[in-house]
């Protein structure tokens, strides 16, 4: 192709002016509190890919501290240091007992926080996977989960700039508070030529509305938006969560989602010392006969 031609093509698209792209920008209280549901439109992409990888950068979190508070760890980080404590009063009279001085404590104290790092330090490197995870996100704009390369998606061409409500993703809305966006979803068919089994492929949002309810609206509006278009005939709806994640879990088990599978997690995490896994919840309406 000419340069010239090159050079025209790139003239005539422009980025979208992006709507909350810092996820953690405060919000206005001076805009009127209502809450909507709107188009994945390209002045949102930006907060949608975001939120996209703040969910994985999150759920690598909840991951660590899973682990490192568990019953497992505890049990190895007591008993690692009653063994080096028993290590260094073995063979000491009652008197040098009692004459210990502050070099012995302080010797236990620094043994405790360097196995207490470590520990925390191996907590973090089992969870690296979902860090990799949202490098993955990061570097194909959440293809997989919204259909479309969302660092792509935000570039519109000069004539549709004043018309960006007309361009949307399939299947995806984004919650919108104060004029910005705190939440996202998207749910796409298992299969392009299967109209009754969806999978719900993304979904995040900022953490303090999240216990507040946000994605039970989002996912009432996947639930909802299934039912119109299969025009009440019956269909299935499934989502992946990770055991860890109580939160969702939780959700899912009120809005009559079942765990049909559990796929244990690769390594240590994954065995009967942790038992973490990656579950399949589905929710199935049946037509009334």
């Given at each position: 192709m000419p340069s010239s031609a090159v050079s025209s093509a790139s003239n005539n698209v422009v980025v979208a002016p992006q709507i909350g792209a810092d996820i953690t920008e405060a919000l206005d209280v001076k805009v009127a509190p209502t809450l909507a549901l709107e188009d994945l439109n390209p002045s949102y992409g930006l907060a949608t890919l975001r939120y996209a990888i703040d969910t994985q950068q999150r759920l690598c979190s909840d991951l660590s501290i899973s682990l490192f508070w568990s019953p497992v760890t505890f049990s190895v980080l007591l008993m690692v240091n009653a063994a080096f404590i028993n290590y260094k009063l073995a063979g000491l009279t009652l008197l040098q007992f009692i004459k210990w001085d502050v070099s012995g404590s302080l010797h236990c104290l620094i043994f405790f926080m360097a196995?207490?790092?470590?520990?925390?330090?191996?907590?973090?490197l089992q969870s690296y996977f979902l860090k990799e995870q949202g490098d993955l996100v990061e570097s194909t704009g959440a293809e997989d989960q919204f259909g479309v390369d969302l660092r792509e998606f935000i570039s519109?061409?000069?004539?549709?700039?004043?018309?960006l409500e007309q361009i949307k993703v399939d299947n995806a809305k984004v919650a919108v508070y104060r004029k910005l966006p705190i939440g996202m979803i998207a749910y796409q068919p298992v299969k392009h030529d299967d109209d009754k089994q969806f999978e719900i492929t993304a979904i995040g949002g900022r953490k303090v509305y999240i216990r507040s309810g946000i994605y039970e609206d989002l996912l009432d509006w996947v639930l909802g938006d299934i039912s119109q278009a299969t025009q009440g005939d019956s269909f299935q709806v499934s989502m992946q969560c990770y055991s860890f994640d109580s939160d969702l879990k939780k959700l899912l088990v009120a809005k009559k989602f079942e765990c049909v599978k559990k796929v244990k997690a690769n390594g240590i995490i994954g065995t009967g010392l942790f038992g973490i896994s990656k579950d399949e919840y589905v929710f199935k309406y049946q037509k009334d006969n």
């Open positions: 196995s207490f790092a470590g520990l925390l330090l191996c907590c973090k519109v061409k000069k004539n549709q700039a004043k018309k």
